[in-house]
């Protein structure tokens, strides 16, 4: 202690304590991780078949335990997986053989689950989007539980594994594009899309509230998490269509496609977001709350502006692609082509950067596993989540409010953009 103060010494033990008892977190190259899977639904068995297909292939993971309000589905997990069903997922948290929680629930439970799974010294991988629409209060929990109990948690944007968009991500920054102006992306579709339609054979009658399924628990009223509402079969089979539970089409499509933009682009917070849109299709009509036609214009403080589309009635796409001041960057083929501004820089040849690895469901859960043992954070990371969360919040406020809105960074808070004089 020569030369250090007591106040100095303590600070110092108490650094190496935490040190200490995380490194008891800390997995070895062969330890096996057990994983709770919550949601036991078309995403929840989309992960627990990719977890059972890496444990055959010799990935050091386990299904412990599986997790569902309806017992149809709990029983079928169990069943598949061996693993320990629990109809109610505070069950997990003081479980010792689970080490991760896969979150694959409505929006709405997101938040909750996460930041009481990482509460109780767990990882966490969470089905996009990381959270709720309404408050930006559940990504800035989310983050900054993350930061104070330092856990790992990854982002279900299962394409954030293409190794493109950090190939490009260098290029952007050597300057091989110049300053960023635009960027745009779209995800359109038709037919019928699972249980989003609503549409009534989506609906199995051996759901039974009271019976076999807990509706109350389903709709976390209790928690503050969505209004109490009498049983709905459409409510539960396609939560997506309502507000309370989800954001519709900005929530389920849009993640997939502005996380790997901001990600590229090295973008963080926006400063201004507008959307339109709209109900469209007949058939929608009257059935869906969410629109099945919308777009928003996400613009950052120093460029870029990016364009977003999603569409449920025409599947004609448009190209992903940034615009640059020297060159415009699309991505297609093997991974992404840069085509020089010719009247800017000259008549140079147009750049293919081929990617070196593809993206997957079971990639994605290979970097999250591989991030519990480093305790390094995963591709589609908190942080990443909360930035693009914003985004999202602020574009469906704007829809519904009929007006702009804009963030101000200071204080994290979103407002109604300010009218300027031109």
């Known amino acids: 202690m020569k030369g250090q103060t007591r106040r100095e010494f303590l600070k110092q033990a108490a650094t190496l304590a935490s040190v200490a008892i995380l490194s008891k977190s800390v997995f070895g190259a062969n330890e096996r991780i057990g994983v709770a899977v919550v949601g036991c639904g078309g995403m929840g068995n989309a992960h627990i078949n990719t977890l059972l297909s890496l444990s055959q292939k010799g990935e050091p993971v386990d299904i412990v335990a599986v997790c569902d309000v309806w017992q149809k589905r709990l029983d079928a997990a169990a069943q598949r997986t061996g693993a320990k069903p629990v109809s109610d997922y505070r069950q997990i948290l003081d479980d010792k053989s689970v080490d991760a929680v896969c979150i694959a629930t409505p929006d709405h439970w997101h938040t909750k689950i996460a930041v009481d799974a990482m509460e109780a010294g767990k990882d966490v991988y969470c089905e996009k989007p990381m959270t709720h629409w309404k408050s930006l209060d559940e990504p800035k929990r989310t983050v900054s539980t993350l930061n104070r109990t330092k856990r790992v948690l990854q982002v279900g944007t299962q394409g954030m594994s293409d190794s493109i968009w950090e190939q490009v991500a260098e290029l952007i920054k050597a300057g091989e594009i110049g300053t960023l102006i635009q960027a745009q992306a779209g995800d359109m579709r038709t037919g019928h899309w699972g249980v989003l339609c609503g549409c009534e054979r989506d609906i199995d009658p051996d759901a039974k509230p009271g019976v076999n399924l807990d509706w109350d628990m389903w709709l976390g009223w209790k928690f503050g998490l969505a209004p109490r509402r009498p049983w709905e079969p459409a409510r539960f089979f396609a939560f997506r269509i309502f507000w309370d539970y989800s954001g519709g089409l900005a929530t389920d499509w849009f993640p997939h496609i502005l996380t790997p933009l901001v990600r590229t682009m090295g973008l963080k917070f926006p400063k201004r977001v507008t959307a339109s849109g709209g109900l469209y299709l007949p058939e929608h009509k009257g059935r869906w709350e969410v629109p099945d036609i919308f777009q928003m214009v996400v613009e950052y403080p120093e460029g870029p502006s ?33 085509y020089p501004q010719r009247e800017i820089v000259g008549d140079i040849p147009r750049k293919e950067v081929q990617r070196v690895r593809g993206a997957s469901l079971e990639e994605h859960w290979c970097d999250f596993l591989n991030c519990v043992r480093t305790r390094e954070q995963p591709r589609s990371n908190a942080q990443l989540g909360y930035y693009v969360m914003t985004a999202i919040h602020m574009g469906i406020r704007s829809f519904l409010e009929g007006r702009a809105m804009e963030f101000d960074e200071r204080t994290e808070m979103v407002r109604p953009a300010r009218l300027t004089k031109v």
């Not at 364009?307 to 190209?319: E, I, Q, R, S, Y």
């Not at 699309?330 to 992404?336: C, K, L, S, T």
């Open 306 to 338: 990016i364009h977003l589309m999603a569409c449920m009635g025409n599947n004609w796409g448009v190209p992903m692609l940034i615009r640059g001041s020297k060159a415009t960057l699309v991505f297609e083929g093997p991974g992404a082509v840069i």
